[in-house]
């Protein structure tokens, strides 16, 4: 049998739905103290999570902070250190994404944007870099997207501007932080089976199917647990990397080049 990983103090940003609750779920049950955020986090969310706890005097705390505030990132270092007193994972996952069409878009929708999916995240690298600093391995570990790094989608010009500015931070975080052993990594998802992607309706959803070679979207967990990788201990010689978990949708050249998935034998 595998020694247990040694429990280590993780904070999720946005872990509340989607695929931050995957993550959230997927640290609690390794048996990690695990704070989490959401600009609400429903008693009942909490619970449920509190029940994924798989060891004695095990942390999971909640936070409520909506990112875009002009002081989250001090607030979120603040509620680390007295809830967790410490820590060595920080997870960047709350995003925002808008349809808005290029001819429609005002001052307000970008800066809606690139407030929670970019601003805050660099903000909160720089106000939890000291707990960081005292950490064995710090890691930090963005949610990104396959969105603006990779590809365009009609409605998303300030979304994947944000995503690749992302990108762009993590590269120069990676450097400076280096030097105290702290990483600074990314996932890139593809298309995501989450309540934030279902409000973008049935349509959008089957034509995204169609475009997926592997024939489906991503489950949360599968985000998860390439986080959950770049968070431990095998991804220690990782640093300013992006991993991309999209099921192949980057590859095609053309719609052609998707081959149709056979459906399920009857048994
Ligand atoms: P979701 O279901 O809408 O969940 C978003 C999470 O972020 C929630 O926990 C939400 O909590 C939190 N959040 C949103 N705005 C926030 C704010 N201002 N302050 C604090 N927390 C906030 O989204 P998702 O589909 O899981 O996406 C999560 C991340 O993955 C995002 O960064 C997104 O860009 C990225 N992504 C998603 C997909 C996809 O297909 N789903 C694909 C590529 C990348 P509250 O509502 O309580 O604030």
Redesign the pocket.
């Known amino acids: 049998m595998s020694p247990q990983p040694q429990a280590r103090k993780i904070a999720v ?9 995957a993550i959230t779920s997927t640290f609690i049950r390794a048996g990690h103290d695990v704070l ?6 429903p008693d009942v969310v909490l619970e449920k999570f509190r029940t994924e706890a798989s060891r004695e005097g095990q942390a999971v705390e909640a936070f ?6 002009p002081d ?1 990132a001090e607030r979120l270092a603040a509620a680390v250190s007295s809830l967790l007193g410490g820590l060595d994972v920080l997870c960047l ?5 808008p349809n808005k069409p290029l001819a429609e878009m005002t001052y307000t929708d970008v800066r809606e944007v690139f ?3 970019v601003e ?1 995240q660099m903000l909160a690298v720089a106000a939890c870099l000291p707990l960081l600093r005292e950490s064995t391995a710090g890691r930090v570990v963005l ?5 603006g790094p990779l590809t365009g989608f009609p409605g998303w010009s300030h ?1 994947g501007a944000s ?1 690749a500015a992302q990108l762009g931070f993590m590269r120069t975080a990676a450097l400076e932080l280096a030097p105290h052993g702290i990483t600074v990594n990314a996932v ?10 279902d ?1 973008m309706g049935e349509e959008y959803l089957t034509q995204m199917t169609r475009s997926i070679p592997l024939g489906r ?2 489950q ?1 967990q599968e ?1 998860a647990d390439a986080v959950e990788f770049l968070a431990g201990e095998r991804a220690s010689f990782i640093t300013g990397q992006v991993i991309t978990v999209d099921g192949g949708q980057t590859l095609p050249e053309s719609p052609e080049a998707v081959l149709p998935v056979p459906a399920p034998q009857q048994s």
């Open positions: 940003v946005g872990g509340t739905r989607g695929i931050g609750a989490l955020t959401g600009r609400t986090v409520a902070l909506d990112s875009a505030a989250s996952n709350a995003g925002v994404f407030a929670v999916n805050s949610t990104s997207s396959i969105t979304y995503k890139a998802p593809g298309n995501v089976a989450t309540e934030g992607l409000g979207l991503a949360s985000i």
